[in-house]
């Protein structure tokens, strides 16, 4: 995932976690959007800087 703001760790363990929901019948699509939404809750979101956020003066 080119440019990605996750760690490599944080893709490890959304990996992981989609294998577990996978493991339990849920579709491939619904357990990646359900493991990114549990690393995203556990740890806050990306953690690379950047962004496109502005600066204010």
Not at 12 to 25: C, D, L, P, Q, T
Not at 31 to 49: F, Y
């Amino acid at each position: 995932m080119p440019g990605s703001k996750y760690t490599k760790k944080q893709e490890r363990k959304a990996e992981h976690i989609e294998e577990g929901y996978e493991k339990k019948g849920v579709s491939k699509k619904e357990a990646e959007k359900r493991a990114w939404a549990t690393v995203n809750k556990q740890d806050g979101g990306g953690k690379k800087p950047g962004g496109s956020g502005r600066k204010h003066s």
